[in-house]
Every structure is written in structure tokens, then in C-alpha cells.
């Protein structure tokens, strides 16, 4: 199984820590100011916890155009089953 799928032009694959800027960068043109301090907590968890947090990029060629970042829980809400959480999410205004 490969870690990355092709969708038209677009590659979805997961995070890295190079990604940290791109995402930052992308998230403040969507929010209107950088959150770096937060992506930079919840990327540190994603690759030490895998486990508990879904991470995906969607780049065109080599530039990273959209991530998502999604943290899954277990016994959240009262329920007993695992759930997603979207943590974050963003697409480039020039790729939206």
C-alpha cells in the first residue's frame, strides 16, 4: 500500500516537518494571522503519536496546496466507539 494517492493533479499524502511552513503559511492567509505555535504542537504530536491523529497534505506537484489535521478519540461524548475530531484544515486561496 502506498502512503500517497493521485487524484488528477493532485497527490494526497501525509505531513512532515517540512510541511510546518507551508501549513502555517496557508492556514494565515485562510485565518487572517499565523497560529505557528499551534501547528508546530499538533505536528510534533502527529509524529510522535501517529496513532492518534490523521495528517494529510494535498500537493500539486511538489507544493503543499492543502492539509488536513484530524485527532482521533475513544470514549469522547459518551460514546465507546473511536471518533475524528478535525483539528484543522485549510486549502491555498489560489488552489480553492
Known amino acids: 500500500m502506498s502512503n500517497s494517492t493521485k487524484k488528477g493533479d493532485v497527490t494526497i499524502r501525509p505531513l512532515t516537518a517540512d510541511d510546518l511552513e507551508r501549513v502555517v503559511s496557508i492556514d494565515a492567509s485562510n485565518a487572517g494571522q499565523p497560529r505557528r505555535g499551534f501547528f508546530e504542537r499538533?505536528?510534533?504530536?502527529?509524529?510522535?503519536?501517529?496513532?492518534?491523529?490523521?495528517?494529510?497534505?494535498?500537493?500539486?506537484?511538489?507544493?503543499?496546496?492543502?492539509?488536513?489535521?484530524?485527532?482521533?478519540?475513544?470514549?469522547?461524548?459518551?460514546?465507546?466507539?473511536?471518533?475524528?475530531?478535525?483539528?484543522?484544515?485549510?486549502?491555498?486561496?489560489?488552489?480553492q
Do not use: N
Open 42 to 95: 499538533r505536528l510534533r504530536g502527529a509524529l510522535s503519536h501517529p496513532q492518534g491523529i490523521i495528517y494529510v497534505g494535498a500537493a500539486t506537484g511538489k507544493e503543499l496546496v492543502g492539509f488536513a489535521l484530524v485527532r482521533l478519540l475513544a470514549g469522547e461524548f459518551g460514546r465507546d466507539d473511536m471518533i475524528a475530531v478535525i483539528a484543522a484544515i485549510g486549502i491555498a486561496p489560489d488552489a
